[in-house]
């Protein structure tokens, strides 16, 4: 892979973070030119001094229209997060660059959508239905089987997912995904699948994310992490992924045709994909694919040949170079995404020290500022940071991670609420 100093390609972001500065120094290390579209208020003149291009999100034909006219000439487009890949494969079409179809993407972020699509594909998929938010919710529970998983259907990262084993959990979980979906961060997002709420069978058994990388309808699995804790709810708070996957070769062959037959399902074509799937004795269930990369800072859990990152992969598959020789580091690693244990405000950490000294834990990043307002699972949808970890083996890494988070204390501040007297 050469480096090419005359590639321009366009990064498309939710807003200006950690995950984007990310994408923006690959560039600069490979030698692109990164040209940055995000959600900014169009009328403040560049307020954080990275000449991005302002574009609604809530209107991605417009904004496709004004990033073809404004930002070429292209030599190949990113998504950064899931409400992005909408206008990036809109402005890609009317550019001729290569990037994931609309119909599809729209597909990947709808889990109706996506239901519906893998079951036609003959997929292993919970049975499902989809709720109008004002359905009658006594009714609705009495007819649900359990235990069952309430979904919103275009929030990731768990947000809003909650089992319930009865009617009256049932009943509980819905008002409050409801009441989610009714908060002024949503409703600003126009989304017509935020008007539903799915209803899904609990499937047990080990779950796994593959990051992998599609080119001309073709998969690349880069990487297949296990998800070493339980995820049985109520909540389904993500924590740790470790990289290789410590399941026999048949399991990892049958993540791997299922992944596949997920993605023809839904149709992507070219770019990044981040799927997530469950492993039980009756098989591989599928649960989504998104058409981004992996989220926050966890792409920095992974390596490839010659140090290279999935970011600088992912820019340099997006102008159309070869990279599926690449194959990823011979060590085991992971991540910790640092749960939020209470809602509150961050107020600070300590034993960051001792605990970046834990055998094969070389990073420790925490996220939150000072004075951040947090908030869990399912309402919440962030952590206070990440912990990187490398060793010789996936148990090695996993008990590093552990003991690094072990040793980390948080502060974490109560609410006040102001009275006026």
């Known amino acids: 892979m050469s480096r090419d100093s005359n590639k321009r390609v366009l990064i498309l972001a939710a807003k200006t973070g950690y995950q984007t500065q990310v994408f923006t120094e690959a560039a600069g290390r490979i030698g692109f030119e990164a040209v940055l579209a995000t959600d900014r208020c169009h009328v403040l003149e560049d307020p954080w001094g990275d ?37 990036a494969a809109l402005t890609a079409e009317r550019l001729a660059l290569p990037f994931h179809p609309p119909d599809a ?19 292993l998929i919970p049975e499902y239905i989809r709720l109008p938010l004002d359905a009658n919710i006594n009714a609705s529970a009495e007819k649900a089987s359990y235990p069952c998983v309430l979904k919103p259907l275009g929030l990731s990262g768990s ?56 080119t001309q309808g073709q998969l690349q699995v880069l990487a297949i992490f296990d998800k070493p804790d339980p995820l049985n709810g109520p909540f389904f708070e993500e924590t740790i992924y470790v990289t290789p996957s410590r399941q026999t070769e048949r399991v990892q062959r049958l993540i791997i045709e299922t992944v596949t037959r997920a993605v ?52 340099r598959h997006a102008v159309s170079e070869d990279v599926s020789g690449c194959r990823r580091e011979s060590a085991a690693s992971g991540v910790m995404m640092i749960p939020i244990p209470k809602d509150g405000l961050y107020a600070g950490v300590s034993g960051d020290e001792v605990a970046s ?52 204390r948080f502060e974490i501040q109560p609410n006040l609420t102001v009275m006026n007297g």
Not at 75 to 85: K, L, N, Q, S
Request: proline residues 6%; aromatic residues 6%; contains cysteine.
């Open 159 to 214: 947000r809003g997912v909650i089992r319930a084993n009865d009617p009256l959990e049932f009943a509980a979980a819905f008002r409050r995904i409801r009441a989610l979906l009714d908060t002024s961060e949503i409703r600003r997002l126009r989304d017509d699948g935020d008007q539903y709420i799915q209803v899904e069978r609990f499937i047990p058994g080990n779950e796994f994310a593959v990051e992998g990388m599609v």
């Open 105 to 123: 993407v729209i597909a990947a972020r709808n889990k109706f959508a996506a239901r519906e699509r893998f079951r036609a594909a003959s997929l």
């Open 357 to 408: 000294e834990t055998p094969g834990c070389p990073e420790i990043v925490i996220t939150a500022k000072r004075g951040q307002k947090l908030l869990r699972l399912p309402e919440g949808n962030s952590y206070l940071g990440f912990i990187f970890s490398r060793g010789t083996t996936p148990e090695s890494v996993d008990a590093s991670l552990r003991l690094a988070h072990q040793r980390l």
């Open 264 to 315: 023809a399902a839904l149709g992507l074509l070219h770019g990044p994909v981040h799927a997530e799937l469950r492993v039980n004795g009756e098989g591989a269930w599928m649960l989504e694919v998104a058409a981004r990369p992996i989220g926050g800072l966890c792409a920095r859990s992974l390596r490839f040949a010659g140090g290279a990152t999935l970011e600088e992969l992912i820019l």
């Open 51 to 87: 000449n991005a291009i302002p574009v609604r999100f809530e209107d991605p034909e417009s904004a496709a229209t004004h990033l073809a006219a404004t930002a070429s000439p292209l030599d190949g487009i990113v998504a950064v997060g899931d409400r992005p890949t909408l206008i």
